[in-house]
């Protein structure tokens, strides 16, 4: 319940600590606002939103024209070995860039549409992993984010702070089932991932796909869920039938295992909760044997889950 009020704040609640410098043009929540120049700003290359609707930023690039930006853009000064991408435009190059962006991008996006020079700003002290959770946020609570794009930003900030699915819950207001249930969708095909981040499917879509085994036959209903325009339910069902089919006598030889498939999702929820990553338990019927597979995204990541197994990773 805390933890909803804090992400309810917005990001006012996040900037009590920040480090604003510059000369003031009126303040936002008691803190000073600067005016930065549009040249002065790099992009962050780790922004957890991808994509951006390029009517959607002519849009807000007119309304920009007319009023002006009304909400102020965070931005953090950058420093020697920070990752950034310039304006596009900009004839100094990256040396002329002072400024990362924290939250704002899509404006300022339309601000150098728009013509502008100049934006206000806050300018923070955050850093790494603090610039990317303030970044997560902002798009969480405008609902910004595609499923994949928030997937994989849970996934990049759970390495950046080497924590868990829970701590991870904990720092960002949400509840772990939410989190685990969104990397989930990474265990999704390519293929399918590039429906989903298109919005050519849903993430209902997603989450049902992931109740079959991976593989050609599920990369073709998803294409098929957008060519014909299935629903969620219709997809469901095609699933149902592709694991097993809802025939009688199939249902009769699965109520002599009833719990066994129920506990093995349980058991890799638990798991998804110790590790932070997706996990499968790959069971052979009646044997009793099987393997468990954890997915892990890069070498530190590989590292972090080594840890948490216990294994020594100095070599």
């Known amino acids: 319940m805390n933890r909803n009020k804090v992400l309810g704040k917005g990001l006012s609640a996040l900037i009590q600590e920040a480090d604003l410098r510059g000369v003031p043009r009126g303040d936002v929540d008691g803190k000073s606002v600067v005016m930065v120049g549009l040249d002065e700003v790099g992009l962050n290359p780790d922004q957890p939103r991808k994509l951006f609707n390029e009517a959607a930023l002519s849009e807000l690039a007119t309304s920009i024209r007319s009023v002006g930006i009304l909400q102020p853009v965070l931005l953090r000064r950058m420093k020697d070995g920070d990752n950034i991408v310039s304006h596009p435009e900009s004839v100094s190059g990256d040396s002329a860039v002072k400024y990362g962006v924290v939250a704002g991008e899509r404006r300022v996006r339309a601000a150098r549409i728009a013509g502008l020079e100049t934006i206000p700003a806050l300018v923070c002290s955050y850093e790494g992993a603090e610039s990317l959770k303030v970044a997560l946020l902002e798009n969480i609570q405008r609902e910004d984010l595609g ?74 209903l998803a294409k098929k869920c957008f060519r014909k325009g299935l629903s969620v339910r219709d997809c469901e069902n095609r699933v149902r039938e592709m694991v097993g089919g809802p025939t009688r006598t199939k249902r009769k030889s699965s109520r002599k295992t009833p719990q066994a498939e129920p506990a093995i999702r349980a058991f890799q929820e638990r798991a998804e909760q110790v590790y932070g990553s997706p996990v499968v338990i790959d069971r052979e019927p009646g044997s009793g044997k099987g393997m468990i597979k954890v997915r892990f995204y890069s070498d530190s990541d590989l590292v972090r889950l080594l840890k948490i197994m216990g294994v020594d990773t100095d070599l």
């Open 147 to 220: 499923p994949v794009e928030e997937a994989e930003a849970y996934r990049h900030l759970m390495n950046a702070l080497g924590s868990t699915q829970e701590k991870l819950a904990d720092v960002l207001g949400k509840n772990r089932s939410t989190i685990a249930n969104s990397l989930r969708l990474l265990l999704l095909e390519d293929e399918i991932l590039e429906l989903l981040q298109e919005g050519k499917i849903s993430r209902g879509h997603g989450k049902a796909l992931l109740g079959m085994e991976a593989g050609v036959p599920r990369v073709q």
